[in-house]
């Protein structure tokens, strides 16, 4: 089992631009959340996927959309770029939304806005 | 809104001695609550969970925890720390009702292990 896995693990773009990030949930999984993660401290929620749809979504500006795809895969979208945006981004799989399903973060992707 | 408050940034603890992290909460009744540990370049994993029950919840790796009500703590403890334990560790808390089930992390604590 590969676990949660994320791509790229890097990621280098401009402030305007918009990037794509990857997200394949553990084997079993359903449930995607994306976190972002800014230098030094904790993750912040962004939104919860499940059955294609969001199900949970924090306090993140329209710039930030996802999709979920049928076999349980994601995307977080990030449009119009800023410097603030620079982060790790992390994905979290588990088999269902309740919240004593027990999350498996992935290795997250580095973002750079320049 | 729920917060997390981790006060301290960094702890170093020589190997072998004991640890604890401290956790506090701020939220209007009892929520579930989290511990993970982050090694560098790698994601997070649960190392303990509090619902309901005993206040005394052990995880994985030697780690236990404790939640203390009147005192809106969550603190995390390990009797020994092997020089592989040193991470980063965050608390988080997940309100237990009101249908919004949004995570909140603390900021982490750096745990720096000596020889």
């Known amino acids: 089992d590969a676990g949660v896995t994320q791509s790229p693990t890097h990621l280098i773009k401009t402030r305007g631009q918009q990037v794509t990030l990857r997200c394949s949930p553990k084997?079993?999984?359903?449930?995607v959340s994306w976190y972002q993660q800014a230098l030094g401290q904790g993750p912040q929620f962004i939104f919860q996927?499940?059955?294609?749809?969001?199900?949970q979504r924090g306090n993140f500006p329209d710039r930030f959309s996802g999709h979920q795809f049928p076999n349980y895969s994601s995307e977080l979208n990030v449009n119009a770029l800023l410097l603030g945006d620079s982060a790790l981004y992390l994905c979290a799989s588990s088999p269902g939304t309740r919240v004593y399903n027990e999350q498996f973060f992935g290795p997250g992707t580095r973002l750079t806005v320049l | 809104a729920q917060s997390v408050t981790q006060p301290d940034i960094h702890i170093t603890v020589s190997e072998g001695a004991s640890l604890e992290l401290r956790c506090n909460y701020s939220?209007?009744?009892?929520?579930?609550l989290f511990w993970y540990v982050q090694s560098p370049g790698q994601g997070l994993q649960l190392l303990l969970k509090y619902f309901s029950g005993d206040t005394l919840v052990q995880g994985i790796k030697g780690f236990e925890a404790e939640f203390k009500r009147s005192q809106s703590s969550f603190n995390l403890r390990k009797p020994s720390v092997h020089w592989s334990d040193a991470a980063e560790y965050f608390c988080a808390v997940v309100p237990a009702s009101g249908g919004s089930y949004i995570p909140t992390f603390g900021r982490g604590t750096s745990l720096i292990v000596h020889p």
């Open positions: 996927y499940y059955e294609e749809e969001e199900r």
């Open positions: 939220y209007g009744a009892t929520p579930y």
């Open positions: 084997s079993g999984h359903d449930t």
